[in-house]
C-alpha cells in the first residue's frame, strides 16, 4: 500500500486534473450482478469491482469504492462526487455527450428479454415491459408497441415480473443469466436483441483526459498479458467474448 501511495504522489507531481489527488474515486451501482454487488460480508464484489481494482494497482493509483445509485450515478461523475463511474455501463453516444469513456473492458453484450417460464413471446410487443430507468433498454422498449413501466433499481424490474406487475424484462443478458441460472425453472430468456454502444466501458469527466489516458494503458497491459480474459471467464463462463 505505501508503493501505491508514493506512486501516486509521484505521478500527480505532473498531472492535473483527478490524476493529481492522491485518492481516486470509483462509483458503482452494487445491484447488477455479476457486474456489481453487495456480497453476504456487505462488501463491494463483482466483475466490475475486480477491473477497477486491477486497473488502479497496474496504474499505481490509490483507489476507492462509492456506491452510488444508477439513475444519479452520471450527474454525481460530473458534479465531481467521485472520479470514475465503474459500474457495467455500455459506452453510447448518447452518454458520450455528457462524460467520455475509456476503451472497452467487456465486448458489447446482448439485451434479452426474461419472462415467467412459460410466458408467450408475444409480450415482447404487446406486452407491459419492465427495464431500469436511464438505460438504453427503457429507450428500446420505448421504441416499440410494448408498454414501458421503468424502476429505479435491477431488482425492482425481477420483482415485477414475478409479482405480475410486467409481464417481462428487458436487461444486459449477462446481468439476467444469473436470475435464469439461479431461479430453477421460474424464469426464462424469450429472446435476445443486439445492444447499442462499444461495448463496457469506464467513464469519466470530458475534462480528465490524463486520467482516461492512464486507465486505457492498464487495461491495454491486461489484455495483452490476458489477465482481462481470465476475469471475463471467470465472472461469464467460458462462452463469454474475450479480447483477441
Known sequence: MKKLLLSAAILALGTSG????????????????????VNESN???GFDID?????????????EWVQ?????IIPN??????????AGMSATEARAEVISFSQAYKLP??????????TDASVMTEGVI?????????DMVAETSATLVEFASPDETIAAVRNGTADAVLADREFLMTYVTDSNGEF???????????GVSIGLRQSDTELRATFDAALDAMKADGSLNALLVQWFGEETLLFD
Not at 54 to 61: D, F, I, K, S, T
Not at 68 to 72: L, R
Open 18 to 37: 483527478a490524476l493529481a489527488q492522491s485518492v481516486i474515486r470509483l462509483a458503482t451501482e452494487g445491484a447488477y450482478p455479476p457486474y456489481n454487488f
Open 43 to 45: 462488501q463491494l464484489e
Open 51 to 63: 477491473v477497477g481494482n486491477a486497473v488502479c494497482e497496474r496504474a499505481g493509483l490509490t483507489c
Open 68 to 72: 452510488n445509485d444508477w439513475d444519479s
Open 77 to 86: 461523475l460530473v458534479s465531481g462526487n467521485y472520479d470514475a463511474i465503474v
Open 109 to 118: 453484450d446482448p439485451s434479452a428479454y426474461m419472462a415467467l417460464a412459460g
Open 130 to 138: 419492465a427495464a431500469q430507468s436511464n438505460t438504453f433498454q427503457a
Open 188 to 198: 426464462e430468456l424469450l429472446a435476445t436483441v443486439p445492444s447499442p454502444g462499444d
